[in-house]
């Protein structure tokens, strides 16, 4: 297993994992519950930096790697989900909307994984309506782990988090279903030629 500062860096991202959850479990002696929101909210927005500066670095180094392609991915997703469960469990999302985005994520990393085995994985790869919904999904995530007023700094400006974090992930389950109907229309002629069995 090769080891460098992008997988490194992947690695932190699924550590930090288990933070963004636990610190929703701190009794209120150890932190009030503003403080917990906050500490969660910077912890994602900590893990998710690691997924762009991962990617970067692997470019800028020249040191990409079969399974640094794999872990990516799964980290994405793992900490995606756990953070979508936490707000279900808080009350701040519709079980529906998490199962649509989860159950996505599955589908096509299932059909991905399909597709590259028969040799076509070109036909599914990441396209600009599917980084579209990643960046709202990884504003919106936040923002509802955050699940306050926000006042930008210098400025007068007072957000919503809530407001905007639910438009946002709403936004971002419709895109979710969106770009899963784009895949699979891409995918469909391998699909019908081996019989329709994935």
């Known amino acids: 297993m090769p080891f460098n500062l992008p997988i490194f860096l992947t690695w932190l991202r699924i550590v930090l994992i288990p933070l963004v959850v636990g610190v929703f479990y701190l009794p209120d002696v150890m932190m009030s519950p503003e403080h917990r929101n906050l500490l969660g909210m910077l912890t994602f927005v900590l893990a998710a930096l690691t997924d762009w500066f991962d990617g970067f670095l692997a470019r800028k180094l020249d040191q990409t790697s079969a399974f640094g392609a794999f872990l990516d991915p799964?980290?994405?997703?793992l900490m995606?989900?756990?953070?979508?469960?936490?707000l279900v469990q808080l009350g701040r999302l519709n079980a529906v909307i998490a199962l649509v985005i989860v159950g996505r994520e599955i589908t096509i990393s299932a059909l991905r994984e399909w597709m590259?085995?028969?040799?076509?994985?070109?036909?599914?790869?990441?396209?600009?309506l599917g980084k579209f919904k990643t960046v709202c999904?990884?504003?919106a995530i936040p923002m509802l782990l955050f699940y306050g007023p926000l006042k930008l700094a210098g400025t007068p400006w007072i957000i919503d988090t809530r407001v905007w974090g639910l438009w946002l992930i709403v936004v971002?389950?419709?895109?979710?279903?969106?770009?899963?109907?784009?895949?699979?229309k891409?995918?469909?002629?391998?699909?019908?030629e081996r019989g329709g069995m994935l």
């Open 116 to 128: 590259a085995q028969i040799g076509a994985s070109k036909s599914v790869a990441v396209n600009q």
């Open 172 to 184: 971002a389950a419709f895109l979710t279903v969106w770009s899963m109907l784009y895949y699979m």
């Open 74 to 77: 799964v980290a994405d997703k």
């Open 186 to 192: 891409l995918a469909w002629p391998q699909i019908r």
């Open 137 to 139: 999904q990884m504003v």
């Open 80 to 86: 995606v989900t756990a953070a979508l469960l936490v």
